[in-house]
């Protein structure tokens, strides 16, 4: 790559780029008057459904309906449903279970054997429940997203079914050893956003999303009800209950050590939470509600998400802290701690199997895992010991336990951009960390695309307040390394939200479809998301979101300044959170983009909290009525900033009409007022299954071969342009 400081100084000096459009300093205010497309919010009124007809239709012509797309699709559904894989199973007790999707079926197949059998390699698996089988015969696209099966019997499963993936369940009891769901069951045959848990054989937690009437704003429960078998759900007493203004409560039971929990999220970050006493009331922990409490082995586990000054002590945002709970209950607040965050480290996370915590966190986007172990001393102190987890090679780990109450057998998923993920099973009971005859491999993908000659770079830009922003570029030596480069198609992805950071993966599509070409792949860590910690998330949240914007301009300048591409081959892409980040992106600087995938987007910032899910989110984005969030929001949301007489790049909108986490009235509604105002290079998809992502792998295909195929078209070599 061309030094940093001649890529900046070229960015200073706005050499050969595309004039900067949009400035902040405006002051911004909601446009008066009706919106004219507010019918689009009405899912299935029959106005907005020719609406989507009409598009649909529109769209599968321009890039559903050639050879290039059927066989490109064709190639990512064998590579996304391969006939023969091996099985990686959920353990529960002496079990394994599997859902087994192929393309006979693509819902899955709910199975189990047992755990012997399948460490073996000789499982007999037993089929609990045909998912396709289901649907065909109710009538309904059901997609399986949860069992809890009861502890310690093992003979019944809660079971969480969902119409077509959206994020609504219904809950239903299933019995494991007959094979078949329970006549008069614990059974909630209306889809909503339910939480069901054991306490006993007869009894469970629920929190009944009965309604908008007896909802929170966000759409979740606000309460906890103690059903007992035999007994009408309406009559469950309630015996926890939030405020309608939180995001959720609920109540779990941990049936290892006899725990009641109870919670209430008053924003989507933080939660008080409360314990169970002995007189049968609830007590609430003593903590900020932005530090996360988590339990395991008599042990309290904290996690600040801010500063936290506690006496006399501060503790970093981002920490991890560890204290017995009785001594935490009875006021001491001598924490140890697992983990304090650098400048240059993310947050830490943690799990733990059964004798191990295991903390994990990021250094300059780079995985990092510690192992801790505590131990009582004669004297009844204690004391943590500490091991890292070292895996060869510089790849994301994913360290995460088989059965945590069991032993401590974890899988490790490891993860690159150029090699197919690996699957491994460890013992952390064996304590050198590179024994490898103690670690088994469960699975390798077969290569599905040909990464000969590709290389992984790391570059930065500079933001428009100064900050330095990393990316990491995925392509040919020849178009990464060196003065003599040839300008390439560019896709730059990103997202920046929710603390979310944006690591290594190996994808089949952006491989087969992108980079096999000749594509260059770019993927910017910015402001918003969680590579460096709650300050990164912080800097970028609420009246501040401008700054993700600006640090995503700033790279794919940075991409036009060193040569890797060309303002007329990069392409943006992003989904939900990173559907706003492009849209906003194109809406303020059209003229540096060639194409613009905007998926499951976030678009109409003004209604946004009162759409689906969308008031759960107030406190990343803030609130549109607030006179200061307000006019930033106004400042940005690309539904209202979009005008007549620009030229905006080809861009594709794709939704998802079951999507009920992010209303499918965003991308509907910007499409519709593109069109409006005479931009005629906006194409739409609303798929008519699935939620928030893909209901199966098939669709999944057809979806990817028809997003890579746009872009192509708009960005590749000129005799494929359109």
Not at 389 to 394: A, L, N, S, T, V
Not at 642 to 647: I, N, S, T, Y
Request: with cysteine; hydrophobic share 40%; aromatic share 10%.
């Amino acid at each position: 790559m061309a030094c940093a400081g001649a890529a900046h100084a070229a960015i200073g000096h706005n050499r050969g780029l595309p004039s900067r459009g949009f400035v902040m300093s405006e002051s911004f205010r909601w446009p008066a008057g009706a919106d004219p497309f507010r019918y689009l919010e009405a899912l299935g009124s029959t106005r907005a459904r020719a609406w989507v007809d009409e598009q649909n239709a529109r769209t599968r012509a321009a890039l559903r309906d050639d050879d290039a797309y059927r066989a490109l699709a064709a190639r990512l559904a064998q590579a996304y449903l391969p006939r023969e894989r091996p099985v990686i199973p959920t353990r529960w007790r002496d079990w394994a279970y599997d859902l087994w999707q192929d393309d006979l079926h693509p819902k899955g197949l709910w199975r189990r054997a047992r755990w012997d059998d399948w460490r073996a390699g000789r499982p007999d698996w037993e089929t609990l429940l045909d998912v396709d089988a289901l649907g065909a015969e109710e009538g309904e696209s059901w997609v399986f997203e949860q069992d809890a099966i009861l502890y310690p019997d093992g003979d019944r499963a809660l079971l969480s079914l969902s119409p077509g993936g959206a994020d609504a369940v219904v809950v239903r009891e299933f019995d494991l050893v007959q094979r078949r769901f329970v006549d008069d069951g614990f059974t909630i045959d209306t889809p909503g956003n339910h939480t069901v848990g054991w306490i006993d054989r007869d009894t469970v937690y629920v929190s009944w999303d009965r309604g908008e009437a007896h909802s929170t704003a966000a759409g979740y429960p606000y309460d906890a009800r103690r059903w007992v078998r035999g007994t009408p759900l309406a009559d469950a007493p309630v015996v926890f209950r939030g405020e309608p203004d939180d995001i959720s409560a609920g109540v779990w039971f941990d049936p290892i050590d006899g725990r009641h929990v109870a919670w209430r999220s008053v924003d989507f970050f933080d939660a008080h939470a409360y314990r169970l006493t002995e007189a049968g009331e609830w007590a609430r922990y003593d903590v900020p509600t932005h530090v996360e409490v988590g339990f395991w082995e008599g042990w309290l586990v904290l996690e600040p998400r801010l500063d936290w000054d506690c006496d006399g002590v501060r503790h970093a945002g981002g920490s991890l802290l560890a204290i017995r709970e009785q001594a935490f209950l009875e006021g001491s607040r001598a924490f140890t701690t697992l983990f304090a965050p650098q400048p240059s480290t993310s947050a830490c996370t943690w799990t733990h199997t059964r004798h191990t915590l295991i903390a994990s966190w990021l250094d300059d986007v780079h995985n990092r895992t510690l192992l801790w172990q505590p131990h009582q001393a004669d004297d009844g102190t204690w004391r943590w010991d500490a091991r890292p987890f070292d895996w060869p090679g510089d790849a994301q780990i994913d360290v995460e336990p088989v059965e945590s109450t069991l032993n401590d057998e974890v899988y490790v998923d490891v993860d690159t951009y150029l090699d197919p993920p690996e699957c491994w099973l460890a013992d952390l009971a064996d304590c050198a960390a590179d024994a490898a005859s103690r670690r088994l491999l469960l699975d390798r993908p077969p290569v599905q695309f040909d990464a000969a000659g590709l290389v992984v770079r790391r570059a930065s830009a500079r933001s428009r307040d100064g900050t330095l922003v990393p990316y990491t570029l995925i392509g040919p030596r020849d178009a990464l390394d060196g003065d003599a480069r040839v300008a390439r198609p560019c896709l730059l992805s990103g997202y920046g939200g929710f603390a979310l950071p944006n690591l290594p993966g190996y994808s089949d599509a952006l491989g087969i479809a992108w980079l096999e070409r000749g594509g260059v792949a770019a993927f910017a860590h910015i402001r918003g998301g969680g590579e460096f910690g709650p300050r990164w998330h912080v800097d970028a949240q609420r009246e501040h979101r401008q700054r993700s914007f600006d640090d995503f301009i700033a790279v794919a300048e940075d991409l036009i300044a060193t040569g890797v591409t060309t303002a007329a081959q990069l392409g943006i892409e992003g989904g939900s959170n990173g559907g706003l980040l492009v849209a906003a992106c194109m809406v303020q600087r059209p003229a540096l983009f060639g194409a613009v995938l905007c998926r499951v987007p976030l678009l109409d910032m003004r209604r946004y909290p009162k759409l689906h899910a969308g008031a759960a989110w107030l406190d990343e984005y803030g609130d549109p009525d607030d006179p200061d969030e307000g006019a930033a929001l106004a400042a940005y949301s690309p539904y209202h900033r979009v005008r007549e007489g620009v030229a905006y790049p080809p861009l594709l909108l794709t939704t998802s009409t079951r999507d009920d986490r992010v209303h499918p009235a965003h991308a509907r509604k910007m499409a519709a007022r593109m069109h409006a105002l005479g931009h005629d290079r906006v194409w739409y998809w609303e798929n008519t299954d699935g939620g928030h992502g893909s209901a199966d792998d098939l669709e999944r295909a057809e979806s990817d071969a028809a997003e890579f195929g746009f872009l192509w078209a708009h960005l590749g070599p000129a005799p494929a342009r359109r």
